[in-house]
Nanobody, 127 residues
Framework: EVRLVESGGGLVQVGGSLRLSCAVS????????VGWFRQAPGKGREPVSC????????YYTDSVKGRFTISEDNAKNTIYLQMNSLEPEDTALYYC????????????????????WGRGIQVTVSS
């Protein structure tokens, strides 16, 4: 069973930083993508970033480019999202999810292409 567990969220002031982690277990595909999504209060879930396992290529939505960095630690099967220069608009519930085919990773990835999801973790940026 594929399992994803997010950690590292919390409350931070404007301009601060947080690092989210996504621990992935339960599968061994040769290629897959792990994406981060977020859902702000009263809004739909939107893509944030994605990393493709086979080549390490990374993708970002425009609003986080230059501020967020996605990375992976293969030995730990963990994906990270380093978030810097946080803004109130970044306040949301953040989810990580797996694209088991490894072909849907992009800064604008669609949530319906990701089959396994974590439960989400809250990030709150106070002004």
């Amino acid at each position: 069973e594929v399992r994803l567990v997010e950690s590292g969220g919390g409350l931070v002031q404007v301009g601060g930083s947080l690092r989210l982690s996504c621990a992935v277990s339960g599968f061994s595909f040769s290629d897959y993508g792990v994406g981060w999504f977020r859902q702000a209060p009263g809004k739909g879930r939107e893509p944030v970033s994605c990393i493709r396992r086979v080549n390490g290529r990374t993708y970002y939505t425009d609003s986080v480019k230059g501020r967020f960095t996605i990375s992976e630690d293969n030995a730990k099967n963990t994906i990270y999202l380093q978030m810097n220069s946080l803004e109130p608009e970044d306040t949301a519930l953040y989810y990580c999810a797996v694209d088991e085919l490894g072909v849907y990773c992009r800064g604008t990835q669609r949530e319906e292409d990701f089959g396994a999801w974590g439960r989400g973790i809250q990030v709150t940026v106070s002004s």
